[in-house]
Structures are given as structure tokens and as C-alpha cells.
């Protein structure tokens, strides 16, 4: 059980704009700030955003994150087949002391 | 080039010890917030433990006192020191930087490719 909440899996066509939710509480998501990883089969995580919605360089800007009090979310729009991979939020829990994930959410592009 | 490369992976029975490295280039493991994350087959990441650029170490409930986390300015390198391995510590583990001066907002930007751990008799 993950103490961040995530779908399972989402789905978009190419060109579509789809979004992820990620659901907290006080002691992470409302209090310090959401990152998101994308993982490739195989692969080790990259990190997708940072600070909530910062975009690391040679990220591209179809990539936008946001938060709004228990909850954050990544949106993908002009959805292309290479997205298609295993999406974790991620945030400082001040309660468990140390960084905690969602259990992820697999992105299939139809 | 900014990298990290993990080693000492393998099987080993339940019980047992394994000491994993992380070897970095490009970045020196003793200016950084550096973390363990594991993920287990076919499942979500997990973090496992994190030392503070001031030396300070935190884990998570399910391997304190079991672990050790710990680096070497001189080999450049971080180690996890893992006893009383279980079964459901099998996993790949990976090593990555935090490059941040506070918890609230906390972030990995570079990780290693992973090492991987079975435990089982």
C-alpha cells in the first residue's frame, strides 16, 4: 500500500491530452512539493518534474505538473507513442521522515 | 558526464548479508543528499534509506536496523550494508542524488541504472 494514491493505469490516443492524479494528506503533498518520475520498461526512473512544476532541462514542455491541497497531478498533452511508460509521484512525507512514492500508473498510448 | 553506477548485487539466502556500491562520477557523493530506492519485481519504488550531506542517516520502517547506509569521500562511492536479508527484500536497487538543502523539497535527478538483489534459499 502506497501512502501516495495513484490509478493504475490511464490511456490516450496520440495527439490527446490525458492527466495523472496523485492524492496525499498533510504531511506530504499539502506541505512540501510533488515530483514525477517516468519510467521506461527496463529502465530506471527519470525525473519528469520537479518542485511541484518545474521542468528539468531536455524535458519537453507537453510535461506540466500542479498541485492543489491533498492532491497533484501531471498532465501530458500531444500525446505521442514514446510516453507510453510507468508514471510515480513522489513527495517528502515530514510523518515517515524520508520521501514517498505512489504506486505508479502505467500510461498505454492506443 | 554526471553518472552512478551500482554494484554488489547477486543471490543470496535469507539471512544473509550483501553490501551494495554506488560508485559516482561527475558528483561527489559527500556534497549531496544521496538515496536508496528498491523496487521489487513488477512493482512500484520504494525508498530504502538516505544520508544527508552533513552525515546524518534516515531509513524507512522496513529496514532499520537492518541497513547501513554510508559513503567514502575517497572511493567517491555510497554503500548500503544490508543483514537479515528476507525474501521481500528482493529487488533492484537503485542509487540517486538529491540535489537539494532541504526535505520539503525533495528530488532525485540523477540515478543509477540499478543492481539487482535475490533473496531466496
Known amino acids: 500500500q502506497s501512502v501516495l494514491t495513484q490509478p493504475p493505469s490511464a490511456s490516450g490516443t496520440p495527439g490527446q491530452r490525458v492527466s495523472i492524479s496523485c492524492s496525499g494528506s498533510s504531511s506530504n503533498i499539502v506541505s512540501n512539493t510533488v515530483n514525477w518520475y517516468q519510467q521506461l520498461p527496463g529502465m530506471a526512473p527519470k525525473l519528469l518534474i520537479y518542485i511541484t512544476n518545474q521542468r528539468p532541462s531536455g524535458v519537453p514542455d507537453r510535461f506540466s505538473g500542479s498541485k492543489s491541497g491533498t492532491s497533484a497531478s501531471l498532465a501530458i498533452s500531444g500525446l505521442q507513442s514514446e510516453d507510453e511508460a510507468d508514471y510515480y509521484c513522489?513527495?517528502?512525507?515530514?510523518?515517515?521522515?524520508?520521501?514517498?512514492f505512489g504506486g505508479g500508473t502505467k500510461l498505454t498510448v492506443l | 558526464e554526471v553518472q552512478l553506477v551500482e554494484s554488489g548485487g547477486g543471490l543470496i539466502q535469507p539471512g544473509g548479508s550483501l553490501r551494495l556500491s554506488c560508485a559516482a562520477s561527475?558528483?561527489?557523493?559527500?556534497?549531496?543528499?544521496m538515496t536508496w530506492v528498491r523496487q521489487a519485481p513488477g512493482k512500484g519504488l520504494e525508498w530504502v534509506s538516505l544520508?544527508?550531506?552533513?552525515?546524518?542517516?534516515a531509513y524507512a520502517d522496513s529496514v532499520r536496523g537492518r541497513f547501513t547506509i554510508s559513503r567514502d569521500y575517497s572511493k567517491n562511492t555510497l554503500f548500503l550494508q544490508m543483514n537479515g536479508l528476507r525474501a521481500e527484500d528482493t529487488a533492484v536497487y537503485f542509487c540517486?542524488?538529491?540535489?537539494?538543502?532541504?526535505?520539503?523539497?525533495?528530488?532525485?535527478?540523477?540515478w543509477g541504472k540499478g543492481t539487482t538483489v535475490t533473496v531466496s534459499s
Open positions: 513522489a513527495a517528502w512525507d515530514d510523518s515517515l521522515n524520508g520521501p514517498v
Open positions: 540517486a542524488r538529491a540535489p537539494v538543502k532541504f526535505n520539503y523539497n525533495y528530488y532525485m535527478d540523477v
Open positions: 544520508i544527508y550531506s552533513d552525515g546524518k542517516t
Open positions: 561527475g558528483l561527489f557523493v559527500s556534497s549531496w543528499f
